[in-house]
Structures are given as C-alpha cells and as structure tokens.
C-alpha cells in the first residue's frame, strides 16, 4: 500500500471512530466550535441566553449506525417515520402562550407531514456533515468535495427524482468568495491550508429543503472570525420570531458580529456583516420565496409569520462587507415561466432537461453534465438572457478578505420555534 492510501485509510478510521462516538472532538479543525464564549468580548458576553430549551431527544446525538462513508439511509436508523426533532424553542413574551394553547396544538398537528420530511433532510444533513468535515482537507480538490457531499447526500436520503435528493449546489466558496462557488467540470481548484472554506448545501424531502452552512478552516487564526458569525446566526435565530420585525432581526445580528475583532499578521482587523447578503424564506421546491432576512440594521417593517421556513444564515468579512458577483457562474435554477419556451430548439431541449431533472430547484453545470448534457453554453445563456432561468454567480468581497458563513433552517410552528438542522456541531 503506498503512503498516499496509508494515511487515507487512517483518515477513513479516525472519521469512522469520531461518527461512533459523537463527543469526539479529534477533527473539530476549528477549535471553539461547541463552546460558544471564546474570544467574546465582555458586553457582548453578558448577553443571556433566552429561550434555549431542548428536547428529550437531542438532534446530532442519533447518528449511532452511520458509516464514514455515508451509506445508510436515515430512513434505516430512524424506523417508523420518527427522525429527531430540532432544537424547540418557545417564543417569547405576547407569543409565549402559543406553547401550551389547545388551539395552537392543533394547527401543529396539521403540519406533522412536512415536519417529518423536514427532520428527515435536516438528519441527512447532519450526517453528511459530521462525516465529511473529518475528511475535507487541505490538498483535496473542491470537486472531489462536492462528490463527497452529493453522494453522501443522495444516499442517506435515498434520492428519488423530485420526491427526495439534493436541494441546492454544495457551496464551496473560499476566503474572499463568499457564497454560490462550486467546481464546474475542468475546474481543479484545491484546498490550501490557510483558507477559510464555506460549506453550504441542502437537502430537500417533496420540496422541502433543508439549507445550512459552516465554515471550515485549518489554522485556528482565523478562530475569532468564526466565533463572530457562529454567534451572529445564533443571535438571528434566537431573535426570530412570529411577528418579529426582519429589520429587529439584522440589528442584533449586526450588534453581536461588530462586538468582535481579528488581529491577522499583526493588523487587528474589524469584523463587518456582509450587508448585501441575507437569509431567506424557503418555499416548497423553492430555496428563496418571499421574505428576506437582513444581517444589519434597517427600517424594513415586514414582519415573521406564523408557519413559515426560514434559513437564517450570517456572514462576517474582514474586508469591505459588501460583495459582487465574481468570476464564471456555476449555479442556476428556473426563476421564470417555464412554459413560455425560448423557440431556439437547443434552449427548449436543455430546459425540458432542466425541468424534468431540478424542476425549479437550483443546479449547477456538474448535474447538467452527469444527467448526460453537453454543449449547452449556449442554450443556458438563451435561458437566462429570457429570464426563464437565473444564474447566481459567485459572490465574493475585496481579494484578500477572508468571509465566513453559518446558516440553519428554522419553522415558525404555531406552538414553538424548531431549529431543524441544529446539532451538536453548530
Ligand atoms: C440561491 C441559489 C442557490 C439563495 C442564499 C443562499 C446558499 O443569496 C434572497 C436571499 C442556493 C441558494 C440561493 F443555488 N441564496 N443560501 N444558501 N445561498 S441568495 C438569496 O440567492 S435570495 C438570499
Ligand atoms: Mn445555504
Ligand atoms: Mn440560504
């Protein structure tokens, strides 16, 4: 066995030992990662910590019978349709009543089918996740992630068409690229041990998807920038609420997130939202429907309703905040009418793929090309030069930033807030 694939099956070994026993911390690369308070500076640390109640069973701790490499459907580990639930939250003050009101219970009851496809994916997410963040490393190269994450997904979810499968393209955007980066095919971008990688991908069960994100780094430099919009999305979570005004939800996360600094090469740095970036409602086969969820202050009135999916998700940049569509876009999804065809045949052809394949889920070049397209450039930039289909190009700050991500799917249930992808990771 040459060395290469010695240090592989060790690899394989210690990702199998840390999914046997869940409190293993050996590859939390990130440091910090379950402890919250690290580098938080005092006034922010005096913040209590206000409706955390969790349920019996606790979501990350389930994945007892999972493979290192990701073969056994959760549908097996979970029997009888019981996947765990999130992380329960009740709502606060004028809401708190909703927790114990017959009325209330009632309408849950209502809601149990998508709430059971929900946790479904939501633990789909978590094993993949808590597999592969033992096995990404520096040297890999980001298609050989994807693959990990796709497959990994599409076999623990047991893909089936439209009924079940991938959600959105696995985001692998590095250091100043914040958001909608993925490999296209011919790309071999690979991981350098001094970046700062976000990993954001979806899972979705009939049309309900699951959309959540973490960053991954190899060099604990960069703790307290994580630490930063760890506790950031944590804030907009705990904030959220029914009738809880978007624009009260960007303040704090803004307050929690500018309360930190980082000191890189001898320069302390302040940590900035990403102002033009946000969260988002999610609709069913729709990743954003609907409402968005600012990550600084403003006077948006729009307000949380009750029933409602949200991926609430926050970035901090060492660099400018702001970020702009950079580079070749490899992330599409049909916006528009599908039915008012483009009459360029090889448009129509590509978009009968589309639709029979993603239906109006993203997708990105790499599952055009696995589903046997090529050559369809032109067709793509027909379908979205008529705006039957958009393209979400990477979104990056100033070269030379470093950004971080972190992003969970919540439901406004009527009885109480359910953070369905928490686990014991983030
Ligand atoms: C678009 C395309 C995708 C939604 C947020 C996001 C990854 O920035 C309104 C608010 C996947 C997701 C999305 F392939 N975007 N979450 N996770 N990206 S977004 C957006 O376009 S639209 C935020
Ligand atoms: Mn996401
Ligand atoms: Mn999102």
Known sequence: MSTANEAA?????????????????????????????????????????????????????????????????????????????????????????????????????????RLTDLRRAAEVHREVRQSVRGRIKPGMDLTAVAEM????????????GLAAGIGFPTGLSRNHCAAHYTPNAGDHVVIEADDVLKVDFGVQVNGSIIDSAFTMTWNDRYDPLLNAVRDATNTGIREAGIDVRLGDVGAAIQEVMESYEIELDGKTLPIRPIRNLCGHNIGPYTIHSGKSVPIVANNDPTRMEEGELFAIETFGSTGNGYVAEEGVCSHYAVTGDAAANARLPSARKLLSTITANFGTLPFCRRYLDRVGESRYYLGLKTLVDSGIVTAYPPLCDNPGSYTAQFEHTLILRPTVKEVLSRGDDY
Request: aromatic content about 4%.
């Open 149 to 160: 994450i796709e497959n990994g997904t599409r076999a623990l979810v047991e893909v089936d």
């Open 9 to 113: 099956a060790a690899e394989a070994k210690l990702a199998e030992l840390a999914i046997a026993n869940p409190e293993n911390e050996a590859n939390d690369s990130d440091g910090g990662e379950a402890s919250d308070d690290g580098d938080k500076p005092k006034a922010a640390k005096s913040k209590k910590k206000r409706n955390k109640k969790r349920s019996k069973k606790k979501a990350g701790a389930g994945a007892a019978g999972q493979t290192a490499d990701l073969t056994v459907p959760v549908s097996q580990l979970f029997p009888g349709n019981s996947y765990p639930e999130g992380e329960i939250c009740e709502y606060r003050d004028d809401n708190n009543y909703r927790t114990a009101s017959e009325e209330m219970r009632a309408k849950d009851r209502l809601g149990e089918a």
